[in-house]
């Protein structure tokens, strides 16, 4: 994300701002399924976040990524 800097790329090139936000959202979805079974608490607010039910999550939904324009939650502190 750093490297791809969405946040000056959207002025010049959206649709690779899109591919950037669409890549680290699924960085970090699957980080939170990774985050489940070691720190459950953590791995669940990022779930929480990106409106998936913790109550399904199960790790053979950790590659069953977001669906573009999928809303998400108000970000917080882990």
Do not use: H
Request: glycine letters at 4%.
């Amino acid at each position: 994300v750093d490297e791809k800097s969405p946040w000056t790329q959207r002025k010049t090139d959206m649709e690779a701002t899109k591919v950037s936000l669409t890549l680290a959202c699924w960085a970090i979805q699957y980080l939170g399924y990774a985050l489940l079974p070691f720190l459950p608490d953590t791995g669940e607010k990022i779930l929480e976040m990106l409106n998936i039910d913790k109550n399904t999550a199960t790790w053979s939904k950790a590659t069953e990524f977001l669906a573009p324009g999928s809303p998400l939650k108000e970000p917080e502190i882990l």
